[in-house]
């Protein structure tokens, strides 16, 4: 009888192990899972500060501006003008400091995370951010706007696809959900 209650525990035993062993495989892959979902908020909010930050370059004197909450509302004109709706804490750190990019002006020309951690995300990035591949940490990821070097405009969030072209009637003929109509004399 003695056998069996030994055998019983070490079942046991193994089972708990097994256990917990998954429950770490699983809590391992929910942190990972919640460091991209960081990662792609801080690719969201940087490109945001950098698309506002050219906005409020361009609206005006070629100026960069003095501090984040000039996005908010411009202090250079009368009228209330936003270049961005509110200002994104940093989803790394969850404080709403950013580390600063000066301009030649004094202004800010960009932002960056103050993370040390080591980014998931290493390399396919777009063309806007692919300054970002093989950064050794997360403050390495300066989302700057310059005019010199900006030649692929930032993208706006929620902006329209790109139609495809409009199909033409083969030999003149009229179409209906890119086909020709049949039996129809040609115009």
Request: no cysteine.
């Amino acid at each position: 009888m003695d056998r069996e209650h030994g055998f019983t525990y070490l079942t046991v035993l193994f089972l708990v192990a097994f256990m917990g062993l998954g429950l770490a495989l699983a809590g391992e892959v929910w942190q990972t899972g919640v460091a991209r979902e960081r990662e792609v908020q801080l690719l969201y909010a940087g490109n945001q500060y950098r698309r506002a930050i050219e906005r409020y370059y361009l609206s005006g004197l070629n100026q960069y501006p003095r501090s984040l909450e000039d996005l908010l509302k411009d202090p250079r004109k009368p009228n209330t003008e936003r270049y961005l709706r509110r200002l994104y804490p940093d989803p790394l750190t969850a404080k709403g400091e950013w580390g600063i990019v000066k301009g030649p002006d004094g202004g800010i020309m960009g932002v960056y995370s103050q993370s040390e951690d080591k980014p998931i995300k290493v390399a396919g990035f777009p063309l806007v951010n692919r300054d970002f591949e093989g950064a050794a940490k997360y403050s390495d990821w300066k989302f700057v706007y310059s005019p010199q070097t900006q030649q692929v405009p930032v993208p706006a969030q929620g902006a329209p696809a790109a139609q495809p072209p409009q199909q033409q009637p083969v030999s003149g003929m009229p179409m209906t959900g890119g086909m020709p109509i049949t039996g129809m004399p040609p115009r």
